[in-house]
């Protein structure tokens, strides 16, 4: 059980002096010496955890889309159902201890570790299956919907991951607006 426990905190370690590392020097300046100088680790401890800074930099992207992924039925369901309050509260509960990381590694675009990208597929994906079952009878092409809806989505996440708890009144409002603007190109309803 020691074992298990100083694997854990070593991976921490590494972590959470990556992700400092990232917001200062960026990605592609940063070594694994910077990292394991940083950690206060070993290159063989490092090395031990994982292939590379790649490596780390994609296990760290997949285990917060992988959280994402978990939640992001229920905040695509309240989006269509025009709960923008409680999708903005269970946002911020979801992100709360998260939130730093995820907006350090939303600035970092790798081809095969995108955290921001994984977000934004996964609700474009959602938006076009949503917008295909609605069987639209709109002359817009549902790609460009599905666009609108995701960027609506990406953009308040963003803006949480960014302001937090600071600057939330107001915000359910706008979303809500263009929410139903969307909604109505879905509908295929005409001004």
């Known amino acids: 059980m020691g074992q298990d426990v ?21 990605f592609r300046h940063l070594t694994v010496a ?17 292939l590379d800074k790649y ?15 978990s939640r992001v039925d229920l905040h695509f369901e309240q989006m269509i159902a025009g709960e923008i ?16 990381a995820i907006a350090i590694l939303f ?9 921001q990208a994984n977000f934004r597929a996964m609700l474009l994906k959602k938006w076009q ?6 069987q639209p009878k709109t002359a817009a092409p549902i790609e460009l919907i599905a666009a609108m809806g ?10 949480e991951i960014t302001h937090g708890e600071t600057s939330v009144a107001g915000v359910a409002d706008a979303v809500n607006t263009i929410r139903e603007a969307v909604l109505m190109q879905v509908a295929g309803d005409e001004k």
Not at 34 to 50: E, K
Not at 150 to 159: D, N, P, S
Request: proline fraction near 1%; hydrophobic fraction near 45%; charge should be negative.
């Open 129 to 134: 299956t949503f917008i295909v079952a609605q």
């Open 107 to 115: 600035k970092v675009h790798e081809p095969n570790a995108d955290l």
């Open 85 to 100: 309050d409680q999708m903005i509260t269970d946002l911020l509960g979801d992100m709360a201890e998260n939130r730093q």
């Open 55 to 69: 490596d780390l930099l994609d296990q760290m992207v997949a285990h917060y889309s992988a959280i994402f992924a």
């Open 6 to 26: 100083r694997k854990i905190k070593t991976e921490r370690d590494i972590q959470a002096a990556f992700l400092s590392l990232l917001d200062t020097k960026g």
């Open 34 to 50: 910077d990292i394991c100088q940083s950690a206060l680790t070993s290159r063989s401890t490092f090395y031990a955890h994982y």
């Open 150 to 159: 995701t960027t609506v989505q990406m953009t308040l996440i963003e803006w």
